[in-house]
């Protein structure tokens, strides 16, 4: 990372106020920057020369180190899905003997939480609603080139959509709301689908003049026959004119 870059991070300027948490700062960032491009275990260092006339020369150390590899994501739990089809939904790779060419299989901190939201989106869409899944273990082999990543996953049970009801503030029927709903008795629940169906409903209340109107996915399960009963639960609000 060039010099310029890593001036643009810092968090204060020359011929300010020696500050020693504003350098702290500066190192979080740097460190941050270069964990964002690969180099995981690299090291941030500073010290200070005096210069005479009150003032200091400020000098950060780096030893970059090499860029960190993942070297095998390993999921412990799954059964819907096998561990190849959970590692082609991720963002992290597994690197191989061409990694340090092509960049294929760099750790990345931050693309590995963003991981974990995609695999549990991918479940939640999927009928999968009570799935958890832990915080990814990472291992960092001793010579500080690889990483073995395992992640844990309880899928729980798989449920479909029940009953679909409406209560509250109903417009003109039920019937005309159920228009405007996409979910489907017997299908496989998903987050994503039902949410869309809140945006629908939502927008169909705004153009009836309801613009702040709030409506609540109610959602119980019944465990036994693994199906989730809707209920869609409107407070309308009062209506909004234009000044």
Known sequence: IDKDKLKDLL?????TILDSNKIKESIAKIKAEYEDNGYYVADIQYRLEDIGENQVKLIFEINENEKVMVK???????????????????????????????????????????DMEILSSHYLNNGYIQVKIDEPQVSLTADKKWIYITVRID?????????????????DSVEDLSKNVKIKEGDIFSRDRLRQDIVNLTDLYGDKGYAFANIVPLTPLDQDKQIVNITFDIRKGELVYFE
């Not at 968090?11 to 011929?15: A, Q």
């Not at 899928?155 to 417009?171: A, C, P, V, Y």
């Open 11 to 15: 968090t204060f300027k020359t011929y």
């Open 72 to 114: 095998k994501i390993t999921f412990l739990g799954n059964k819907a899905y096998d561990d190849e089809a959970l590692k082609k939904l991720m963002q992290t790779k597994e690197g191989s003997w061409s990694s340090w060419i092509t960049s294929r299989g760099t750790f990345k901190e931050d693309m590995l939480k963003g």
């Open 155 to 171: 899928e729980g049970k798989k449920f479909n959509i029940g009953k679909i009801e409406f209560r509250g503030d109903i417009l």
